[in-house]
Structures are given as C-alpha cells and as structure tokens.
C-alpha cells in the first residue's frame, strides 16, 4: 500500500534475575544495528507472543521460559519501518549466559546489567519506554 510502512511484530524479553537484566548487542549490519537491546525477534505468522519468545530466547541464548508475563505492547516508527514490540517480564526460565559468559548463541554481546546501571547503554528509540517501565516499577 502507498506510504505505508510494513509494521513488523515482536516478542521481546526483559530477563531478570537477582536485579539484573539480560542485555544483547545487536549486531552492526541489522536494523538499529550496535544497540542494546532486550533479547527477542519477529512473531512469525500463527505464533503467539509466547511462542515467539521461547523459540527466540532459545535460539538466541539457550534460555527456556517456564514462565512470562505481558509489561507491555510499544508501537514506533522507525524511518523505514513501524514495529509493535510486546514486551513480557521473563523472570522463570531455565539455562541461558552465566554473569561470566559475554557471548550468545548467535556470537552476539550479552550481559547481565544491574538495572540501576541501564542508563550507559545505548539502545534503539523504541525501547525508552520499556526503559522508563523498568526503572519505574518495582522490580525490585
Ligand atoms: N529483539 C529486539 N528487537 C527490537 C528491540 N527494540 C527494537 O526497536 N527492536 C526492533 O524489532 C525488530 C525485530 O527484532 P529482531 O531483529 O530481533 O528480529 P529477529 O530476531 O526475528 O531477527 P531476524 O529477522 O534476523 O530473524 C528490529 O527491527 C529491531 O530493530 C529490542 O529491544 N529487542
Ligand atoms: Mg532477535
């Protein structure tokens, strides 16, 4: 359709474990490409959100979600595309990166970031308010 972008959907993961949130770089040639962002990917056609969740949040880390629940949905356009992120709290899951490990299953950057320590990371647009949410609720 003329003028309109394609809007994409995504499943997006806050992990959190002992205040500490599960951040991973986005690689340098993706869109919003060397950001942090909160792990996840594209809801393929016939899946729900959580079904999207596990299957990315085990392809990109080796977690298993026991368990999730909805934050919250974020719409934004970007300059070449309009995303929905839906964002769920991931607190029950299973393996995934070690404080000691720095790299995904993917070869990307990941850490484990005290929430109070979010502010020096840079991430896409979208994400600020998903950031505000964090910081403003007690996660603690
Ligand atoms: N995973 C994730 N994607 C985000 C975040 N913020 C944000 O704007 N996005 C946007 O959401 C879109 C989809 O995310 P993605 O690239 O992880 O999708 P994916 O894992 O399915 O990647 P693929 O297409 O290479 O298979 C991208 O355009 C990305 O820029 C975020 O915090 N996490
Ligand atoms: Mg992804």
């Known amino acids: 359709m ?3 972008k394609k809007m994409v959907k995504v499943a997006v993961g806050v992990i959190i ?9 986005r690689p340098d040639h993706l869109h919003q490409g060397g950001l942090w962002e ?4 594209k809801i393929e056609n016939n899946e729900t959100v959580e079904d999207a969740l596990g299957r990315e949040l085990a392809e990109e880390l080796g977690v298993q979600v026991i368990r999730s629940e909805s934050l919250m949905d974020v719409k934004h356009d970007y300059i070449d595309k309009s995303v929905l992120l839906q964002v769920h709290m991931v607190r029950h899951f299973i393996g995934g990166p070690t404080e000691a490990d720095t790299l995904g299953e993917e070869g990307q950057l ?6 109070e320590e ?12 998903i950031l505000m949410a964090i910081k403003n609720s007690s996660l603690s």
Do not use: C, M, T
């Not at 990941?110 to 929430?115: A, E, G």
């Open 118 to 129: 979010l502010d020096h990371y840079e991430f896409p647009a979208a994400n600020q308010s």
């Open 38 to 41: 909160f792990p996840g990917g």
């Open 17 to 25: 474990r002992d205040q500490k949130i599960l951040l991973s770089k």
């Open 2 to 4: 003329l003028n309109e």
């Open 110 to 115: 990941v850490r484990w970031v005290p929430i």
